[in-house]
């Protein structure tokens, strides 16, 4: 059996604080795999509060380097501002789609009658095990193959 060493969680905050809460980098720096370092954040609360303080320090450089390119006139800082904080003034992205047949036709729908189907396929089979008066593709449950008059 391996000898499997164990990392207190004092050891392993101080790797996630050089990390600035990179799992993957903490665990290197520790010499363990990142499974080790995963699992042991998932179980200490202490552990979760800095990745997610280092992470929200991330979205904030990112939101400072999102309003210089706005600042600059960046067309795809605009665009990506007006998808995201602009939702609430009608800047959402759609994409509408028309759905034709044919050249341009319209699209033809028929009803699909599960009965008829297998009839077709096999007489003799689910559809004329239906209960009388259901739909078998007859007249008024009539059974299938014969017509209103008994024929």
Not at 80 to 103: A, F
Request: proline fraction near 2%; charge should be positive; aromatic fraction near 6%.
């Amino acid at each position: 059996m391996a000898n499997k060493t164990q990392y207190s969680t004092a050891e392993i905050k101080t790797a996630l604080k050089a990390t600035r809460g990179l799992l993957s980098l903490a665990a290197e720096k520790l010499g363990c795999n990142y499974t080790t370092v995963y699992r042991r954040v998932k179980e200490v609360k202490d552990l979760q509060h800095i990745v997610q303080h280092y992470r929200r320090l991330r979205c904030d450089v990112a939101e400072l380097a999102l309003d210089k390119a706005l600042a600059n006139g960046e067309p795809w800082a605009v665009a990506m501002t007006l998808k995201t904080l602009g939702k609430s003034r009608g800047y959402v992205e759609r994409v509408q789609q028309e759905v034709s047949g044919r050249n341009g036709k319209a699209i033809k729908i028929r009803a699909f009658r599960y009965g008829d189907a297998i009839a077709g396929i096999a007489p003799g089979s689910v559809g004329d095990r239906l209960a009388p008066g259901a739909d078998q593709g007859g007249l008024h449950g009539t059974a299938l193959g014969e017509n209103s008059d008994g024929g």
